[in-house]
């Protein structure tokens, strides 16, 4: 059964720092990985799909980068900004459903 | 170019009760699924169509929950004999599985209230 793990948890930073949000996950067979934000009491907004024969996806500000071997994916984003506030989540795609096995993500901070 | 939506909204019901969220996929997405989503976690699978059909259901948590997507569109998810515990936001996604990407696009949810 796949499980997925974020760290940190929460994370506060001032406007304009770079970070990076990192998921562990336990099974590596996986098709694809999505990174996604939610902002409080809304759905779920698809930020980056990374397929698994790949390494790296870039969308504007954000690079998702996978190890799939090491069951291993991180979200780096540059210059934060206030309206990155909001719980990020990573799921990647297994099973013969191909569902999505989230964590319960990391909430992030960024103080103007 | 509508994205997924979900209705009703919110619903609030009492425990015992029969309810229905219905959820209308992308124009032209094969594949549908449905999560659920407790409070301060992520969300959970429940059952994924692949067209009309019920593909894989391991996720539903017992049998008082159904879906159905008769015409391989909008799907309802059923639940029977609401209990306090049922209380959730549930989400549905899309995505056209087997075609250019896996990317699945979720609506906005159905907040479910069971008193």
């Known amino acids: 059964k796949q499980e997925v793990t974020q760290i940190p948890a929460a994370l506060s930073v001032p406007e304009g720092e770079n970070l990076v949000l990192n998921c562990s996950f336990t099974?590596?067979?996986?098709?694809?990985l999505q990174w996604f934000r939610q902002d409080p009491g809304k759905g779920l907004t698809s930020l980056l799909l990374?397929?698994?024969?790949?390494r790296e996806q870039t969308s504007g500000r954000l690079n998702a980068s996978l190890d799939k071997s090491s069951g291993r994916s991180t979200l780096y984003i540059a210059a934060s900004q206030p309206g990155d506030s909001a719980t990020y989540l990573c799921?990647?795609?297994?099973?013969?459903?191909?569902?999505?096995?989230f964590g319960s993500g990391t909430q992030l901070t960024v103080l103007p | 170019g509508a994205g997924v939506s979900q209705t009703p909204s919110n619903k609030v019901t009492e425990k015992g009760k029969y309810v229905e969220l219905r959820c209308d996929p992308i124009?032209?997405?094969?594949?549908l699924y449905w999560y659920r989503q407790s409070l301060g976690q992520g969300p959970e699978f429940l059952i994924y169509f692949q067209g009309t059909g019920a593909a894989d259901d391991s996720g539903l948590p017992n049998d008082r929950f159904f879906a159905v997507r008769p015409e391989g569109s909008v799907s309802t998810l059923k639940i029977q004999r609401t209990e306090r515990g049922d209380s959730a936001v549930y989400l549905c996604?899309?995505?056209?599985?087997?075609?250019?990407?896996?990317?699945?696009?979720f609506g906005p949810g159905t907040r479910l209230t069971v008193l």
């Open positions: 990374i397929q698994s024969s790949q």
């Open positions: 099974d590596s067979a996986i098709y694809n």
């Open positions: 124009s032209g997405h094969t594949a």
């Open positions: 996604a899309s995505s056209s599985l087997g075609q250019r990407t896996d990317t699945q696009y």
């Open positions: 799921a990647p795609h297994s099973g013969s459903a191909r569902q999505l096995t």
